[in-house]
């Protein structure tokens, strides 16, 4: 069974406006951390936003936001104010347990396009 | 956070040859993650290379086409033996940034085997 689930494969937002990509996971583990990254053209993998199973406040960084829905199993980004750069893949990933230096697992991705 | 120098960024080789990955990190670190994302795919991890031990393989990958090294806490090699076009892939490295802040990854190993 997957782990992480991301049902978007892709999506077209019009520029300026916000976007919602979803995330579900699955674990049996009270503590883990998500975390979601996005991946241009270029490849290089850049990462956006952590959320971790105790925190009990929404993570924000910038114009991430990450809706943490802990009895979903859901951890969806939200991008405000869409802008052309934001053009690229997003992968959203868990780690298991409570060991910080433990391995990500990713899910299959959902790639975004910004429209002018 | 760590900067990961991730060698050869790019290679074209023939099947049934051998090709050699090499990531540095600027600082100390225990765990490394080696991934692979095959063409329009996602990062499936291949292994975690823990420095002082054996490589830990995820399902799907054995030692014996995809060795590791480990020699130190800044340093690990990933060798993709026996290649196939089935490996054209992109081969990441990744380790972990501590804390709250994520995996810092390599910029990539783009392999074309023909």
């Known amino acids: 069974a997957q782990k992480i689930t991301q049902t978007q494969p892709g999506m077209f937002v019009q520029e300026k406006e916000a976007v919602t990509l979803d995330c579900t996971y699955d674990t049996s583990d009270q503590s883990y951390g998500l975390f979601w990254y996005k991946q241009p053209s270029s490849g290089e993998m850049i990462f956006l936003i952590y959320q971790g199973s105790y925190d009990e406040q929404n993570a924000t960084e910038g114009r991430y936001s990450l809706n943490f829905q802990k009895a979903r199993k859901s951890a969806n980004l939200v991008i405000s104010a869409s802008q052309l750069g934001d053009s690229a893949m997003y992968f959203c990933a868990m780690r298991e347990g409570g060991n910080r230096d433990d391995k990500i697992i990713f899910g299959k991705g959902t790639r975004l396009h910004i429209l002018p | 956070s760590a900067v990961i120098s991730q060698k050869p960024s790019r290679d074209i080789c023939q099947r049934g040859t051998s090709l050699t990955i090499q990531c540095q990190v600027d600082s100390q670190v225990t765990m490394m993650f080696w991934y692979r994302q095959q063409p329009g795919q996602s990062l499936t991890l291949i292994a975690t290379a823990n420095q002082g031990s054996e490589a830990t393989y995820e399902s799907g990958f054995v030692i014996d086409k995809f060795p590791i090294s480990r020699p130190n806490l800044t340093f690990s090699t990933l060798t993709v033996s026996n290649m196939s076009p089935e490996d054209s892939s992109i081969y990441l490295c990744?380790?972990?940034?501590?804390?709250?802040?994520?995996?810092?990854f390599g910029s990539g190993t783009r392999l074309t085997v023909v």
């Open positions: 990744s380790v972990p940034l501590g804390g709250n802040y994520g995996y810092t």
